[in-house]
């Protein structure tokens, strides 16, 4: 180091107050305040919160405040068909994993003016098969998914066929 030349202090995360504290007659101590980096990073995670929920609000990923469902199984097949009172926005199936956990074949989505047949594959019971509806149906309406399963000769059993009907609720 020069003479005469102070060397510049160090910061740190931490800062001295000007308040002093008295311990007793005479004699007094500097008091230490929070630390600026734990406000900080504070600040920096209730901002990072909010954008990410804007974010997810924006893309649509947060579910629908109307959104209702309803659901049933029956053998290796589930259905539910998602929307609110009449309309249905969507139907999946998928299968009934208190049944089997997977099974080779596919699904057969139907219900009112629409029949749609998944491919064939090994259905686990993690996955979902749906389709996009968007539409108002009268009140008792049926929607159902059958399950198939697909023998070594070739030919198909019927494994499930559970129902459920419209309004949603």
Known sequence: ???????????TAW???????????GNF??????PVMKRRSSRIAAALAT????????????????????SGCNGYACVKIIGSGGRVDQIQAYTNKWSVLSFYGHF????????????????SHSLIHYRKIGRTFASGSQFCVEAYRKNSDGTYSRMGLPCVYTPIS
């Open 15 to 25: 800062r001295w107050t000007a308040q002093p504290r008295f311990l007793s007659a």
């Open 1 to 11: 180091m020069v003479k005469g030349i102070a060397a510049e202090p160090v910061r």
């Open 29 to 34: 101590q500097m008091k230490k305040s929070e």
């Open 51 to 70: 954008c990410l929920t804007v974010l997810i609000a924006g893309l649509g990923l947060a579910s629908p405040a109307y959104a209702a469902e309803n």
């Open 108 to 123: 057969r989505l139907w219900g009112p003016g629409f029949a749609y047949n998944t491919a064939d594959r090994d259905n």
